[in-house]
């Protein structure tokens, strides 16, 4: 019998930022959604393959919402880590901050949690390290990620027809 692996949520966490340049924004001078999208995506991916250290997938992505805008010349910068381990996928938050680099002043514009599944050799899923929150923010954000966990599979199976 194998040893079942354990991480604490440091090890994994990652933060990385971008500078929104024209390339990325709309004729408004608004960062593209899909951008960011993509941005939450890569950066949830690597969070995912530092906590398993093995291949993993996008399984699905929680509702995304734009509350603040992201404008031309401001510096993104997203926050994440594994939130919650299940058997074989984790939860990954991801929070994204606009900064603008002249004043300093950030602003929440989004946060999204991803769920990924780690996969072995021949593409089928595997077990994945569990997660061992510390503090009281990483234990509240388990929880609320185990709930949120939940709710997926209802949704899941209610969209699937499978009641």
């Given at each position: ?41 890569m ?9 398993c ?7 699905s ?19 994440g880590?594994?939130?919650y ?79």
């Amino acid at each position: 019998m194998s040893e079942i692996l354990t991480r604490r949520v440091a090890d994994s966490a990652l933060e990385t930022s971008y500078l929104v340049l024209p390339e990325h924004t709309n004729a408004m001078g608004n960062i593209f959604g899909g951008t960011v999208m993509a941005w939450i995506d890569m950066l949830a991916a690597c969070i995912s393959l530092r906590h398993c250290r093995t291949q993993v997938v996008t399984a699905s992505m929680d509702d995304l919402h734009f509350i603040n805008p992201i404008k031309l010349g401001d510096l993104v910068i997203l926050r994440g880590s594994v939130n919650y381990t299940g058997r074989t996928s984790m939860e990954v938050g991801i929070k994204v901050m606009a900064e603008n680099p002249f004043t300093g002043v950030q602003l929440h514009t989004s946060s999204a949690y991803l769920t990924f599944v780690a996969l072995d050799a021949d593409g089928k899923p595997m077990l994945v390290p569990t997660i061992v929150p510390e503090s009281v923010t990483e234990k509240r954000r388990f929880n609320d990620g185990r709930t949120r966990r939940d709710f997926r599979i209802e949704r899941k199976t209610a969209l699937s027809g499978k009641v």
